[in-house]
Nanobody, 116 residues
Framework: QVQLVESGGGLVQPGGSLRLSCAAS????????MYWYRQTPGKEREMVAG????????NYAESVKGRFTISRDNEKNTVYLQMNSLKSEDTAVYFC?????????WGQGTQVTVSS
């Protein structure tokens, strides 16, 4: 049974930091490209960051470059998103996604709220 379980979300003040985790099981994690997406009500889900199978390549949305860092630990079947200098506009539900060829898996999401 495939599972992607996000954790680490919560309420943080502007300028603060959070680290999201996504624990994977039920598939060969190290062969999948991993992503973090986010979504706010009434808007489409947008890609935040992606990381290649071995972690050698990453890409980021322009809005988070220099503030967010994606990483992965293939021994622990986990992908991370370190979020620094958070802004109110980063408030969203954050999802992780695993992708390989035409196969895609999604987690259930974790809420991040940036507010004073």
């Amino acid at each position: 049974q495939v599972q992607l379980v996000e954790s680490g979300g919560g309420l943080v003040q502007p300028g603060g930091s959070l680290r999201l985790s996504c624990a994977a099981s039920g598939f060969t994690f190290g062969t999948y490209t991993m992503y973090w997406y986010r979504q706010t009500p009434g808007k489409e889900r947008e890609m935040v960051a992606g990381i290649s199978r071995y972690g050698t390549a990453t890409n980021y949305a322009e809005s988070v470059k220099g503030r967010f860092t994606i990483s992965r630990d293939n021994e622990k079947n986990t992908v991370y998103l370190q979020m620094n200098s958070l802004k109110s506009e980063d408030t969203a539900v954050y999802f992780c996604k695993a992708a390989k060829d035409s196969q895609t898996y999604w987690g259930q999401g974790t809420q991040v709220t940036v507010s004073s």
